[in-house]
């Protein structure tokens, strides 16, 4: 199976390794993938995604307010103050 993420397609970065005497060898610098389970079936996601679906739940749950909705919020705060 390759190292690759399922749902944004990152794969292994290429960089250079370096010597103490600044002599460069090539290696790989791999995605942290995680095995999650999204409706059923397993899947291979970075934790950047994992974090990214955590928060898009949060917000279609309404734990967490969008941009508009802290837009209005500071909005309403500063038409009570006048």
Same mark, same amino acid.
């Given at each position: 199976? $390759?190292? @690759?993420?399922?749902?944004?397609?990152?794969?292994?970065?290429?960089?250079? $390794?370096?010597?103490?005497?600044?002599?460069?060898?090539?290696? #790989? %610098?791999?995605?942290?993938? %995680?095995? @999650?389970? &999204?409706?059923? #079936?397993? &899947?291979?996601? $970075?934790?950047?995604?994992?974090? $990214?679906?955590?928060?898009?739940?949060?917000?279609?749950?309404?734990? @967490?307010?969008?941009?508009?909705?802290?837009?209005?919020?500071?909005?309403?705060?500063?038409?009570?103050?006048?």
């Amino acid at each position: 199976m $390759s190292r @690759i993420d399922q749902l944004t397609g990152k794969r292994a970065n290429t960089a250079n $390794s370096r010597s103490h005497s600044n002599i460069a060898t090539k290696r #790989k %610098q791999h995605v942290n993938l %995680q095995t @999650i389970r &999204i409706g059923g #079936k397993r &899947i291979r996601v $970075s934790t950047r995604t994992v974090r $990214s679906l955590k928060r898009a739940a949060a917000i279609a749950h309404g734990e @967490i307010p969008t941009r508009k909705q802290k837009k209005a919020a500071k909005k309403a705060t500063f038409a009570a103050k006048k």
